[in-house]
């Protein structure tokens, strides 16, 4: 979109009720993909930065609610369908925890999800993550010296995650398995 089509859709009646009825409905339906649909709408256009941030706080109710329900049954979150979205969210929610300087909640955050998730090429970025934090690493740091910020996802279900770095992932994981185990065992009471 350019910057006229941008300002008209903030400006559009009938675009604006749209969005708020597909908020609404969202929110009744606990429908997470429409939420975040919504979202990236609101974000794209700057629209009310309240607005933006309830929307995110239902995204995370919902989601923290749904993992739990999935995981109590004894499964695991694909990256799949709905699922995508709800690793989405805790994702995100990890990286704004780091990015506001809370790295032991965040560190708890990806450790948590990557016992609870089946897709092994995210299991090792996250893996790379609590590795990162393990180090004392803020998130401007492991952006500036681990993540490969031209590189593309090599898939588009991984395009809401940092999974590009600059060196290979499965070396980088061996060479730190000591640290990565230390971590496992420090954390493990979380996944009880």
């Known amino acids: 979109m350019n910057q006229n089509e941008l300002n008209e859709a903030r400006t559009n009646p009938e675009f604006l009720t749209y969005l708020d009825k597909t908020r609404v409905d969202a929110i009744k339906t606990k429908n997470i993909e429409a939420l975040y649909e919504v979202l990236d709408t609101m974000l794209i256009l700057d629209l009310d930065e309240n607005e ?61 999800l990557s016992n609870i998730i089946s897709d092994n090429v995210l299991i090792e970025s996250l893996n790379v993550h609590v590795i990162a934090i393990a180090k004392g690493f803020t998130l401007d740091k492991f952006y500036d010296e681990k993540v490969n910020i031209n590189a593309t996802p090599s898939a588009e279900k991984y395009a809401y995650f940092i999974d590009s770095f600059n060196f290979e992932t499965e070396n980088y994981l061996i060479d730190n398995k000591d640290i990565l185990a230390g971590e496992f065992e420090k954390l493990k009471h979380l996944l009880d």
């Open 52 to 112: 933006i941030n309830t929307v995110y706080e239902h995204i995370l109710t919902i989601s923290f609610d749904e993992v739990d329900k999935i995981v109590n049954n004894g499964n695991k979150l694909s990256l799949d369908n709905e699922d995508l979205y709800l690793v989405r969210s805790f994702y995100e929610h990890a990286i704004e925890k780091w990015s506001n300087e809370q790295t032991d909640a965040a560190q708890q955050l990806f450790f948590v």
